[in-house]
């Protein structure tokens, strides 16, 4: 086992984590030592099934949207669990920021539950990459932990070296829309073959879809036949 400070700061939260004591996040109330109650969790803003298919955002019953209808993305289809509002987007950046990676297990769960149908026949699940730099600075990729539950149930392998992050992209909070759609291009590297590959990328929050975009033009110049996106959130439009 690796004795990096890097791999230590992650082991040292996941003990963190386990010897926490466990009350539900969101109303603080018992929860029997998941990190949000049943009550809670049965609340949280569920994305719904009428939802586009391929970008997640609201459809015409289920059918594209309009602006998939005027031009396609790269990426196949887009299955979001939740909305990106409260709590959820409060529980996202606890995940993220402050380490708490029991609610990588609970959100991971709920993407396992929530895509057990999704990408059909898939071939290998992709968590979105961090740039090296980012990475070390949080000591982990959230995406991987989220991925971490659903790769169990379905059985897929993990591609946790399919993919680099060439440029650690800024913040997209403060960005108007066009800025987002223009930073990642050219962010993402791949050098293995994935001719006729079924992919399924995994992530926590969907916003424009651009860097999901950057990545399924990357992953389909090595051959990809479908790629899809399994989300934990969804920001509604506008952005």
Known sequence: MSNSPRHLHALWLKVADLLAPQDCFVCGAESGGEAVCAACAHELPRRPDTACPQCALPGLGGGLCMACQRERPAYDATLAVFDFAFPVDVMVHALKYRHQLAMAHFLGAALAARGAG????????????????????RGFNQAVELARPFVAA?????????????????????????????SPRGAFACDASLAGQRVIVVDDVMTTGATLDALARCLKQQGASWVGNLVVARTPAPY
């Open 118 to 137: 999704f990408g059909a026949d898939a071939d290998l699940v992709l968590p979105m990459p961090l740039h090296p730099r980012r990475l070390a600075e």
């Open 154 to 182: 379905r059985g897929l392998p993990l591609g946790l070296a399919v993919v680099r992050k060439l440029r650690d992209l800024p913040a997209q909070a403060g960005m108007d829309r066009e800025a987002r759609l223009r």
